[in-house]
């Protein structure tokens, strides 16, 4: 089970950091990645870390403003935004899977309910 908190709300140009905490193992073994979707909108991946913590994946959207990182072998991973826009405004969605490609494609096996990023100008 995933479960994200961190969200609310921010001006353009603020930082938010939103986690995902996975229970009942580490996320040392997952692929983790972030989405984010608006109502109406189609959903789109933000972020991805590999299982081995190294490799990651951004949408060119968010590039050189978010990091997705975790600590070690803990249950917690973590989305920092900087620099964040309007458009930025979404529920941000974190999701993990054990195989396949780890990349920004929403091919994820368990999804979490969701945390609201709200961004005004």
């Known amino acids: 089970q995933l479960v994200e908190s961190g969200g609310g709300s921010v001006q353009a140009g603020g930082s938010l950091r939103v986690s995902c905490a996975l229970s009942g193992d580490t996320t040392s073994g997952y692929c983790m990645g972030w989405f984010r979707q608006a109502p109406g909108k189609e959903r789109e991946g933000v972020a991805a870390?590999?299982?081995?913590?190294?490799?990651?994946r951004y949408a060119d959207s968010v590039k050189g403003r978010f990091t997705i990182s975790r600590e070690g072998s803990t249950t917690t991973f973590y989305l920092k935004m900087n620099s964040l826009k309007p458009e930025d405004t979404d529920m941000y969605y974190c999701?993990?899977?054990?195989?396949?490609?780890?990349?920004?494609?929403?091919?994820?096996?368990?999804w979490g309910r969701g945390t609201q990023v709200t961004v005004s100008s």
């Open positions: 870390l590999s299982s081995g913590g190294i490799n990651t």
């Open positions: 999701a993990a899977k054990l195989s396949g490609a780890c990349a920004l494609t929403g091919d994820y096996a368990y």
